[in-house]
Nanobody, 114 residues
Framework: VQLQAYGGGLVQAGGSLRLSCAVS????????LDWFRQAPGESREWVAR???????AYADSVKGRFTISTDNGKNTVYLQMNDLKPEDTAVYYC?????????WGQGTQVTVSS
């Protein structure tokens, strides 16, 4: 399974970006999709999750600002990021869990300037 994340970039604080992650297999059932991020010098942290049933969950730090969604027809998961803050600066990674394995994308850089 391969994942390709894209959509990162440089944005000013308060701005928005939408990340996309294209998955090389069907995401319609039996899997969990997550976004993680890793800031320089920090460990990777979980950001958001969506299950194949459509249930979502968010880290407290992004709740109310980020929205995770999928387009099953395109096998793509999105992360809409609004009201971005400098502390959101990180490399963002997508991950799919298809039990018993997990697969990671290569990451896309998001930089938020103050």
């Amino acid at each position: 399974v391969q994942l390709q994340a894209y959509g990162g970039g440089l944005v000013q604080a308060g701005g928005s970006l939408r990340l996309s992650c294209a998955v090389s297999r069907s995401i319609g059932s039996g899997n969990v999709l997550d976004w993680f991020r890793q800031a320089p010098g920090e460990s990777r942290e979980w950001v958001a999750r969506i299950t194949s049933s459509g249930a979502t969950a968010y880290a407290d730090s992004v709740k109310g600002r980020f929205t995770i969604s999928t387009d099953n027809g395109k096998n793509t998961v999105y992360l809409q990021m609004n009201d971005l803050k400098p502390e959101d600066t990180a490399v963002y990674y997508c991950r799919i869990t298809v039990l018993p394995r997990t697969y990671w994308g290569q990451g896309t850089q998001v930089t938020v300037s103050s």
